[in-house]
């Protein structure tokens, strides 16, 4: 793995954690606060989430898909 890529995934993984940290703790405050949430489009809470993801390494992404097959899969 280039220097150029492992920065760039440990820069995703950052900026992805900061901004789970950051619209959930809003999101919260606004929840908890009464105010009306219905404003904030569901994309806004899973955009930081795709950010982790690409930061992850390759394993751990293949990790992370055989972890939602196994968690969402109904017919066993």
């Known amino acids: 793995m280039s220097r150029f890529e492992r920065y760039t995934r440990k820069m995703l993984l950052w ?3 900061l901004g789970v940290a950051i619209i959930y703790g809003g999101f919260l405050y606004l929840f908890f606060k009464g105010a ?3 404003a ?3 994309y806004f ?3 930081p989430w795709v ?3 690409f930061g ?3 394993s751990q992404q293949a990790d992370v898909g055989r972890w939602f097959i196994n968690k969402f899969r109904f017919f066993k």
């Open 40 to 42: 904030i489009p569901w």
């Open 45 to 47: 809470l899973l955009s």
């Open 15 to 17: 900026v992805g954690l």
């Open 56 to 58: 992850l390494t390759d």
């Open 36 to 38: 009306d949430t219905r």
């Open 51 to 53: 950010c982790v993801y």
